[in-house]
């Protein structure tokens, strides 16, 4: 069956830091790869894209890398804020239909 | 850019009754999603909403428990029906957008149900 797995603890970082989340996959052979952002009590939120011939992708602090033979993506937030605590949450297009799995997500929290 | 305005927001409803939730997007699109989050969880899909033709359920969801409608390219309603407390979830709507590469997809706020 299709899995998407982050990383299952929370994630405290200081702020400054650079916070690094991980998502692994089975059974998929993705054209492309996001990350989304979600607040306590309010829907995902797009963030990023990345291609399957992309190895790395930018967009102001966020980058996120897709690495196809590891079945692998990893989501970094440099210079991380308070303002960047929440849950991130990696999604494949499902190999039937176009609908988008999910994982679990990972929360992030960002102290001062 | 697509944008999605569901309601209610949230409810707290009676077992047994049901309950529907509207999503009315702001451009056409051929395809919505119905997604169930559970506390805790991440989002499960519920089913494939196409206008003109019958949703496709995922394992797990049938129609008599959640009815969907798709009357046009622009609106969908989700119903929970006979509900119990195990109903008791957030429900999002879904729609991919056209620049995908840039927008993924767009998620209404979601409908926190609470079912006493």
């Known amino acids: 069956s299709q899995k998407i797995e982050q990383n299952s603890e929370a994630l405290n970082i200081q702020e400054g830091k650079t916070a690094t989340l991980t998502c692994n996959y089975t059974n998929y052979s993705p054209a492309y790869l996001q990350w989304y952002r979600q607040d306590p009590g309010r829907g995902p939120v797009f963030l990023l894209l990345i291609r399957e011939n992309e190895k790395e992708k930018r967009k102001e602090r966020l980058k996120v890398t897709f690495d196809t033979t590891l079945k692998q993506s990893l989501f970094h937030i440099t210079a991380s804020q308070p303002a960047d605590s929440a849950t991130y949450l990696c999604?494949?297009?499902?190999?039937?239909?176009?609908?988008?799995?999910f994982g679990k997500g990972t929360s992030l929290l960002v102290t001062p | 850019s697509a944008v999605i305005s569901q309601k209610p927001s949230r409810d707290i409803c009676q077992r047994g009754t049901s309950l529907t939730i509207q999503c009315q997007v702001d451009s056409q699109v051929t395809m919505m999603f119905w997604y169930r989050q559970q506390p805790g969880q991440s989002l499960t899909l519920i089913a494939t909403a196409n206008q003109g033709s019958e949703a496709t359920y995922e394992s797990g969801f049938v129609i008599d428990k959640f009815p969907i409608s798709r009357p046009n390219l622009t609106f969908s309603t989700l119903t929970v029906s006979n509900m119990s407390p195990e109903d008791s979830s957030i429900y999002l709507c879904?729609?991919?957008?056209?620049?995908?590469?840039?927008?993924?997809?767009?998620f209404g706020s979601g409908t926190r149900l609470t079912v006493v």
């Open positions: 999604a494949l297009v499902r190999n039937s239909g176009y609908a988008l799995n």
């Open positions: 879904s729609v991919e957008r056209p620049a995908r590469e840039t927008h993924g997809y767009t």
